[in-house]
């Protein structure tokens, strides 16, 4: 791709037993997470490739696992390891990278929150080409499941309380403090515990998920064959 582009990020673990959705356990069983993280893999890789001429990379860990994602969902995507001791470094890695190969918007998501669509990425490209210097779509867990940059900005990712309640309000004080003026996105819900994956059923079964196929299947199949219920009362 020649010339200056918005940049698409996604960042996330291969899907294998044991090393993907672990809060989830003892509800779900190592393969059943990996799978249901497989989903929501695959689907959040081919939402993002109806965002047309955005230039797609994938992120992942662990590195060795970056020649055995390919084809189907990610055919479209540069595919690269992960780089950094946390998830901040990480995230600066990924939009460093992409800002040295000339882009000009860079917008981060992860493989968590199946309500993502293409139509909100495109969103936060255009909140970032009116003027905002960053965009976050904010999580119900007090983090967020998307960023977008207008420029590199480490602050941003740097010493944050990762995986607590205080992440995106750290991250909102960098901007205000930086004078960096930013946007918010829908609130959305991600799938990491046992009471998401309860909300997203609800959800499901009532067609409030019109797209990720695979993780809609997945939900469906779960609880109808009584989910972790079942095994409680075997």
Known sequence: MRGPFDALAL??????PGRVKTRLSPAL???????????????????????????RYLFLDPPESVGRLEGGAFAGFERHPQKGADLGARMQDA????????ARRVVIVGADCPALEAGRVRRAFRELREGAGAVFGPSADGG??????ASPDARLFEGIPWSTGAVLRETTARCRASCT???FLQQER???????LLALGKRVAAR????????REWITSFFASGGAGSRRRG
């Open 29 to 55: 069983s190592p393969i059943e997470a990996a799978r249901l993280a497989s989903c929501l893999l695959e689907d959040t890789a081919g939402e993002m490739s109806r965002l047309g001429s955005v230039r």
């Open 144 to 149: 967020y499941y998307l960023v977008g940059l």
């Open 181 to 183: 003026t930013f946007s």
């Open 11 to 16: 960042l996330a673990k291969e899907p294998s």
């Open 190 to 196: 991600d799938v990491d515990t046992y009471e998401d």
């Open 208 to 215: 409030a998920h019109p797209r990720c196929p695979r993780t």
């Open 95 to 102: 939009a460093s990278r992409a800002f040295r190969e000339g």
